[in-house]
């Protein structure tokens, strides 16, 4: 007997979260398998993509480039450090701060890293029309929008 609240692929409106919770775990395994091997791990990929072509930034600023808190930021790119892809160097001007670099192995898995984001991104729009895509994308950012204004805003007046 199938005891699921929803049906994995008859989502209804009032059950959208579940079907975004398991796009996010479903999309983690995959990347899981197509970084196996690298020192790289699913949770940390968006960290590292993140920093290509904005290398010198500070942490801070990745962290609020992703969406994400300050300490989440933080344990995301000391783990990063800690596999010899990114180097964290404290500001001279400012001791506080720390700006990111990519390691040479940084830069060694960039195009796996990317290829794994791009494979899991078609994975999820197989079958769709252009139109449909660019409607994904669109409700996508219109969920992303509708959290940031009203679960995320004044977070930092806390």
Do not use: W
Request: aromatic share 6%; proline share 1%.
């Amino acid at each position: 007997m199938n005891t699921r609240r929803f049906c994995l692929t008859d989502i209804k409106p009032d059950h959208i979260a579940g079907g975004i919770s398991y796009l996010y775990r479903a999309g983690q395994s995959c990347l899981s398998r197509e970084l196996d091997g690298l020192p790289l791990s699913a949770g940390s990929i968006a960290f590292l993509l993140h920093l290509y072509g904005r290398e010198g930034e500070y942490q801070d600023e990745f962290a609020r480039g992703l969406g994400y808190d300050k300490a989440t930021a933080a344990r995301a790119y000391q783990a990063l450090e800690k596999e010899g892809l990114v180097r964290r160097v404290r500001d001279e001007e400012d001791r506080r701060r720390t700006r990111l670099y990519l390691t040479e192995l940084g830069y060694e898995v960039r195009d796996k890293a990317a290829e794994a984001a791009r494979a899991l991104n078609e994975t999820m729009l197989a079958g769709m029309d252009d139109a449909e895509r660019r409607d994904a994308a669109r409700l996508v950012g219109l969920m992303v929008k509708n959290l940031d204004r009203t679960c995320i805003a004044g977070e930092g007046d806390k």
